[in-house]
């Protein structure tokens, strides 16, 4: 069962990438319609509008919130001019939203494969415009080849920013040597196991390795009283941290993406500990929907369902 679900994984993600593909779901009314039913699930809509009308909806029952338009690996420049301008007015929009937002970002979805100081000045404009509005910005982190660039640009933001902060996966070896250095800085941690598949020579798989890793960057961060964002939905690890009194620290949340365990992230936000939602937006839902069901193959069967009954999402939980 695992090595299917592994063969599902890859599979996946190798379909959100592939152009011919994403032509004919985008293009096609009844496979668009089809896929887009299971898609929202873990995404708002397409519109800025929708994600904005659900986080007022969730910012009213207390839950912390970030907001991503989602895209990446962007290599044409008026394309990633518009992604910024989009973003730039997420970020204005989100002001309207009683409690702060931090909107979420990849690097190579606003120039970082064209040229590092375009994706800088990008981020730095969004940036300075989410302060304005009383909010954060967040970078996410990407494939294990982009982790240099990304960590360049982002300490060169964070050394004169403090409302920057950085992804990182728990996978990639270097991690820990990374945290360390990063705890310096104001900006705040979002630590993840990470969802790309990379080499053993870069990266540890899933395992309780693993785990166990995500401990230790989970404790380094909490000793160093440093504003971490806990992104997991590893009910193992869940118990473990809140075991250990991490989701009690008064800097630390628990980070769970929309639409997945909405049971978990009521019953934690009930329990008293901060708990963020990971609110996306945007025409790339065939990619976000891919990247998802990836990380958890049993999610298919889910999405499959929801195909077949779109009125199971009407009533979310949370």
């Not at 730039?88 to 606003?110: E, Y």
């Not at 360390?180 to 870069?202: C, D, H, Q, W, Y």
């Not at 504003?227 to 590893?234: L, M, P, Q, R, Y």
Request: glycine share 6%; net charge negative.
């Amino acid at each position: 069962m695992q090595d299917l679900e592994q063969n599902i994984a890859t599979f996946l993600r190798t379909v959100a990438r592939n152009p011919a593909i994403k032509h004919e779901v985008m293009h096609s009314p009844a496979i668009y319609q089809l896929l887009f039913s299971a898609a929202k699930r873990f995404v708002t809509g397409e519109k800025r509008t929708d994600l904005l009308a659900r986080a007022h909806e969730l910012t009213g029952l207390g839950y912390r919130l970030s907001a991503e338009y989602i895209g990446e690996n962007t290599q044409d420049a008026e394309a990633c001019s518009e992604a910024k301008d989009e973003l730039l007015q997420l970020t204005q929009a989100c002001g309207t939203i009683k409690r702060p937002i931090g909107v979420s970002f990849d690097l190579s979805h606003v120039g970082l494969l064209l040229d590092r100081k375009l994706a800088f000045a990008y981020a730095a404009e969004l940036a300075d415009e989410a302060k304005r509005q009383g909010h954060g910005i967040m970078i996410s982190m990407e494939e294990a080849a982009k982790t240099d660039a990304i960590l360049e640009v982002y300490e060169q933001l964070a050394n004169e920013r403090e409302n920057v902060g950085i992804t990182l996966q728990v996978q990639q070896h270097r991690t820990m040597e990374d945290v360390t250095r990063l705890l310096r800085l104001p900006g705040k941690i979002r630590l993840v196991k990470g969802a790309f598949k990379e080499s053993p020579e870069v990266a540890l798989g899933r395992s309780m390795e693993l785990n166990e890793r995500y401990l230790m960057l989970a404790e380094k961060c909490v000793q160093a009283g440093h504003e971490v964002s806990f992104a997991t939905h590893d009910s193992l690890l869940i118990d473990e941290l809140e075991r250990r009194g991490y989701l009690q620290e008064r800097h630390a949340e628990l980070e769970l993406l929309y639409g997945v365990r909405p049971e978990l992230a009521k019953q934690k936000r009930e329990e008293g500990v901060a708990v963020r939602l990971y609110l996306t937006y945007g025409k790339e839902w065939f990619l976000y929907l891919c990247h998802r069901l990836a990380e958890y193959p049993p999610q298919v069967h889910q999405a499959v369902a929801d195909m077949m009954e779109p009125e199971r999402l009407q009533a979310p939980g949370y």
